[in-house]
């Protein structure tokens, strides 16, 4: 089914160790996003790209890098994981740089410890 | 300063009766709102919108409802349906200002819905 993949689903990291979380799309879409989920908080935006090559800060973007190299691909990179990096992480893309119709991933569930 | 609240962590209801889930907001300069449903392990969908020169907006069940002087909306659900128990986020946006630092789609912290047959 087309849509957004992310991988992996689960995660359990060691403070200070990296890693970097796969974000795929299949609909040519041009741009993509990061949320984060806390509980509490809602979803929080990390970092978004409009368009391939491009990419910009949301509003939690400390700790984390993206990329944006091709159109179907939007990877995260946790720099040096922390415990408050413990969150539910969502993926998103849409047609373009718009609030409409944003086609969501099924999140990554990551725990550092 | 949280720019999109949702007060309500949770609302139970009984199956065939009308839910309603309540958001508001700060932001006078946003224009166009959204909610989104969340089923456990799977992400958001997008669910209904509405414009700000809008004060209602339908479809099917779901009806929107935007008072702008108050700052509020409310998402209606009716009948409510054991289907739709889920975690439920109003979002909003400047969409002048979207893509900026000041643009960006917000959310609530979200509302838990349970619906009881």
């Known amino acids: 089914n087309a849509g957004v993949t992310q991988t992996p689903k689960f995660q359990v990291l060691k403070t200070g160790q990296s890693m970097t979380l796969q974000c795929a799309q299949d609909m040519n879409h041009n741009s993509m996003y990061w949320y984060r989920q806390d509980p509490g908080m809602g979803l929080r935006l990390i970092y978004y790209s409009a368009s391939e090559g491009t990419t910009d800060k949301g509003e939690v973007p400390n700790g984390y890098n993206v990329s944006r190299s091709t159109t179907e691909d939007f990877p995260l990179r946790l720099l040096s994981a922390a415990p408050s990096q413990t969150s539910v992480y969502f993926c998103?893309?849409?047609?373009?740089?718009?609030?409409?119709?944003?086609?969501f991933g099924s999140g990554t569930r990551l725990t550092v410890v | 300063d949280q720019q999109v609240k949702q007060n309500s962590p949770s609302l139970s209801v009984q199956e065939g009766r009308i839910s309603i889930l309540n958001c508001d907001y700060t932001n006078s300069m946003f224009d166009y709102f959204l909610w989104y449903k969340k089923y456990p392990a799977e992400g958001p969908t997008f669910l209904i919108s509405?414009?700000?020169?809008?004060d209602k907006n339908e479809d099917g069940r779901f009806t929107v409802f935007l008072n702008k002087s108050a700052k509020h909306l409310s998402l209606h659900i009716v009948p409510s349906q054991p289907g739709d128990s889920a975690v439920y986020f109003c979002a909003a946006s400047d969409t002048m200002n979207y893509g900026g630092s000041q643009g960006n789609l917000i959310f609530g912290k979200g509302t838990k819905l349970s619906v009881k047959p």
């Open positions: 998103a893309s849409s047609e373009r740089l718009t609030v409409y119709g944003y086609t």
């Open positions: 509405i414009s700000s020169i809008k």
